[in-house]
């Protein structure tokens, strides 16, 4: 007897992997949706996102297509998926063409759902969310994240767009996040000692800090520091402090039939860090072939950075020593996401496997690859191809 072929996400790899967070169940759905009188009754499950450090489904009602999000609650507790939340509607009201969060019921508890009286409704383990679904086509869905843009004109799109995210942003007052997991954080790279900053950030996270005890880290970063970071601290520390999005990868970008941005989603990794940083996260996510290794030799596409650049140019023009700012920040911009990634999977998945992956190839090999002659070669383009 056949049954429906199981829900596989997004690996650290090319490959699709088993989840660590369960599919949304049609009962499931029905249960938490009834704590959103806005979204009417749940008729159907359309799809399971391919996401993987969630739960997620398009649910269909009466009232309309909706997307119902399963956290579970040491990634993400209700104090602060809020936190995004606020920032979420700050782009709303600024005009930015964002998710709208839907609101939960108040009141009665009978069913255990508690509810924060916003958008938000939790039992046990878990925290949901529901957004209504945003405006545009999804090109990128069944793309695996931090991939390249199908062609050069998303890549300026997406720079123009993320421009203009940062405009609505600039009067969002919030304080950064606190130390949630999978948030990339802002506070190594500006710090006056960089390592100093890091040994703090470790040691205020005592599953990273564990994971990474027989490690020589210390030296790995001071290398990678001494290596690239020359300057870099100052130059940050001067630059205007801003919540941003952290996560712009074409999956994240809803799209219109002529390949405008329609619509910007998942702000999971949102706080507060500057314009540079969100920008050089946008290149180091989407030009360099990262999956796609070959004995740590990476494909880079510096036409794709130069356009991505060169949109969100046309909105808020960059300076000569911005640019030189992002290129000197582009080979370590991962490097605290990485450590919440190692963080994640050491400490609330107990995977040692899937940490070593973050720390040694994404984390190190990463950051290594800069410093190649193709690394090299790739910020030369940048920096020379970018009219200021």
């Known amino acids: 007897m056949s049954g429906a072929a199981p829900h596989l996400v997004h690996g650290m790899g090319t490959a699709l992997e088993a989840p660590a967070w369960p599919a ?10 009834a704590r959103f009188p806005l979204a009417g009754r749940a008729a159907a499950l359309r799809w399971h996102s391919p996401r993987p450090f ?5 649910v269909e ?3 309309g297509a909706f997307f119902l999000k399963r956290h579970h609650r040491r990634v993400r507790s209700p104090a602060a998926l809020a936190e995004e939340h606020a920032f979420i509607a700050h782009l709303r009201g600024a005009g930015l063409a964002v998710p709208q969060v839907v609101a ?22 878990w925290t949901y969310e529901l957004l209504r679904r945003a405006e545009g086509i999804d090109l990128y869905r069944d793309r695996q994240s931090w991939t390249p843009f199908l062609a050069a004109g998303h890549a300026r799109e ?3 767009a993320l421009a203009r995210l940062h405009l609505a942003a600039r009067d969002f007052g919030a304080a950064p996040r606190g130390k949630h997991p999978l948030v990339a954080s802002f506070t190594i790279l ?3 000692d960089p390592l100093a900053a890091a040994e703090a950030y470790v040691s205020a996270r005592p599953a990273l800090a564990g994971y990474l005890a027989d490690k020589p880290w210390r030296g790995a970063l001071a290398r990678l520091f001494a290596a690239q970071a020359g300057g870099l ?5 001067q630059q205007p402090s801003l919540w941003t999005h952290n996560d712009w990868h074409p999956s ?3 799209w219109s039939a002529d390949g405008r941005v329609s619509s910007v989603i998942d702000f999971g990794l949102a706080t507060r860090t500057c314009a540079l940083h969100d920008l050089a996260t946008a290149i180091e996510r989407t030009a360099v072939a990262w999956l796609e290794s070959r004995g740590g030799d990476f494909t880079a596409d510096a036409q794709a950075a130069q356009a991505l650049l060169a949109g969100y140019h046309a909105v808020l023009p960059l300076s000569r020593t911005d640019v030189e700012t992002l290129t000197r920040l582009l080979p370590l911009v991962h490097i605290e996401f990485a450590l919440s990634e190692a963080d994640y999977f050491a400490g609330i998945l107990n995977d040692r496997a899937q940490a070593d992956m973050a720390w040694q190839d994404y984390l190190v090999g990463h950051a290594e690859w800069f410093l190649s002659a193709a690394g090299q070669a790739f910020l030369r383009a940048i920096e020379q191809g970018v009219a200021a």
Not at 54 to 58: I, M, Y
Not at 104 to 125: F, P
């Open 24 to 33: 949304i169940t049609p009962d499931e759905a029905e249960m938490v949706l």
């Open 54 to 58: 969630s739960a997620a489904a398009l």
């Open 61 to 63: 009602t009466e009232r």
């Open 104 to 125: 939960a019921q108040v009141g009665s508890r009978h069913d255990g759902l508690g509810h924060d009286g916003a958008g938000i409704v939790s039992q046990g383990e």
């Open 158 to 160: 997406a720079g123009a």
């Open 190 to 192: 500006p710090a006056p």
């Open 233 to 237: 601290s100052t130059r940050l520390a």
């Open 252 to 254: 994240n970008l809803l």
